[in-house]
């Protein structure tokens, strides 16, 4: 070899020996470059770019990767906290992470990271402010991220088992807290409009939303205010994880905004929908629009409109949370002006046939506080409500009410009233599984009467008093020879616009009432 090498010429020596020099060199940088790296320096300067990019406290707790055959960076106990915020859990906290991608891609411009994968990853987000600093009111979302991490992308971000709590605005209000069993989103940058799918488990009602759209730019300065738009369904979520209710819903819809005031319209189908009270299930079918603060999980209900069986109503309210209180409190404006006292008889009332047939309205406020009860225990409702045309399907009852129409009018038994058509309406109270009746009137042809009282929604016990008023005078009710002598008792139960009125009471319970009077 060296003979040989003697007889080059030196040129050829040179070229040889830089050939040499350039595999050598070339070995020793691959070899170098595939050494893992586990320096402090390079943990601190990592932190130190993150702190200031992201405007944030940043601590890692180990790094180490290497940039050779492909850049491979992982590492633990990451956490990013907003500086100055010690009040409030860290923004973001990861167990573990992987960085993965090409040398090449990350010199050029922008920079490209192939893959990130998370584990552990736990996001809280704060409360957004009401009105936030006039200075932080003129930054632009765009401005939020730093300008080097500008040009960074990564082409895929996948993060499974991600745990979302979003911190209340008031202080003694549990968090509500999401696990988003998957999570990917892709062409990842600080301040870019980033597609996204998801799957997470809501809390109550327990179920799956699967869910896809648009997240950021994030806003550093104010993360609830960064925005979010999307699709979504909502299958098989079990109601019964609401105390007092029953059936499974889904649901489906779209969404958009920011974190603290999200838009959502959408729709609800609840084939079997069932309350505690006893009722029967029926199927449920809603259309909504409502805004939701994603930074504490309260509801603005814009507009419900819901229907069953053959009624429909609408609904307006809120369900928000309360200072130091478990569970949300459900406020509500009710108003019914098409519906059928059957189908509230049946969603109320374990029957094989509702008690009464008629059209139906109803104009309520509905309040359900966040207690340990049963629905029918805590519900509050306070309102008016009205039944015109109503009939009774059990035919003792609907006799009784003939033949009360019949000596309301004068007439004698064997004269036909015709058919009798009942007319109810009044004003009343629930609450502590009683209906109180301020005001109830029932009228039929002939008749009416006035009541006030109470009804038990858990023992069905009736306890009314209250006066009948009648269009016939007392000898005309009474008939006959008896009526002959009565008429000089008519001026005493006479009243102005009625030709007799007398107390009268209804106890027992619903399946059997007891009516109390002093003449039939």
């Known amino acids: 070899m060296l003979r040989m090498y003697k ?27 595939s050494i893992p790296i586990r320096s402090e320096t390079l943990k601190a300067r990592v932190i130190a770019l993150l702190t200031d990019e992201l405007e944030s406290e940043v601590t890692i707790e180990a790094l180490e990767g290497r940039l050779f055959p492909r850049v491979a960076v992982s590492g633990r106990g990451v956490v990013i906290r907003q500086k100055g ?57 765009s401005q939020a991220g730093g300008a ?31 696990t988003v069993h998957h999570l990917v989103m892709d062409s990842l940058g600080i301040n870019e409009t980033i597609p996204y799918i998801a799957t997470l488990t809501n809390p109550v009602p327990t179920g799956e939303i699967e869910t896809s759209g648009t997240f950021g730019p ?64 029926v199927p449920l079918k809603t259309r909504f629009t409502a805004i939701v603060d994603g930074s504490d999980g309260d509801t603005y209900l814009r507009q419900v409109d819901a229907t069953f069986l053959d009624t429909s109503l609408t609904a307006r309210g809120t369900v928000v949370g309360l200072e130091g209180v478990r569970g949300r409190r459900i406020e509500v404006d009710v108003e019914m002006q098409d519906g059928r006292i059957e189908d509230l008889l049946r969603l ?104 006030a009282g109470r009804y038990g929604l858990r023992d069905e016990a009736l306890d009314f008093r209250g006066h009948l008023r009648m269009q016939a005078t007392l000898s005309q009710v009474v008939g006959g020879k008896k009526g002959f002598f009565l008429k000089a008792l008519d001026p005493f139960f006479k009243k102005p616009g009625a030709g007799m009125v007398v107390p009268i009471k209804i106890t027992g319970t619903r399946k059997n009432p007891k009516f109390s009077h002093d003449f039939f």
């Open 7 to 33: 007889k080059l010429t030196r040129r050829t020596r040179i070229g040889l020996l830089a050939a040499l020099l350039g595999v050598s060199a070339a070995a020793i940088l691959t070899f170098a470059l």
């Open 85 to 141: 915020r010690t009040d409030v859990p860290p923004l973001i906290a990861i167990d573990r992470f992987e960085i993965r991608g090409s040398l090449r891609e990350l010199l050029n411009m922008p920079r490209h990271v192939a893959e990130v994968r998370l584990q552990g990853l736990k996001v809280h987000i704060p409360p957004g402010d009401e009105a936030g600093t006039a200075a932080h009111e003129k930054r632009q979302p």
């Open 148 to 178: 080097r991490l500008q040009h960074v992308v990564i082409d895929r971000f996948e993060a499974p088992d991600t745990v979302i709590t979003l911190i209340p605005r008031r202080e003694g209000k549990p968090p509500k807290v999401f």
């Open 218 to 281: 994030w806003n550093v300065a104010h993360p609830a205010r960064t925005p979010i738009t999307g699709k979504y369904s909502f299958a098989n979520a079990n109601l019964d994880t609401i105390e007092g209710l029953a059936g499974v819903l889904s649901s489906t819809g779209e969404f958009s905004g920011p974190i603290n005031r999200i838009e959502v319209q959408g729709t609800t189908d609840t084939p079997k929908f069932q309350v505690d009270a006893g009722g029967l299930p």
């Open 348 to 451: 109320a009332v374990n029957a094989d046939k509702p008690v009464l047939l008629g059209a139906a309205r109803l104009q309520a406020r509905l309040v359900i506080p966040p207690e340990r009860k049963k629905v029918i225990d805590k519900l509050q409702l306070r309102g008016q409500f009205g039944l015109s045309k109503a009939t009774f399907t059990d035919p003792n009852v609907q006799s009784k009410l003939t033949g009360l129409s019949r000596r309301g009018q004068g007439m004698t038994d064997g004269e036909q009233a015709g058919d009798v058509l009942s007319n109810l309406k009044g004003s009343f109270v629930v609450e502590h599984a009683q209906a109180r009746f301020s005001s109830l009137t029932f009228s039929v042809p002939g008749a009416a009467v006035q009541l």
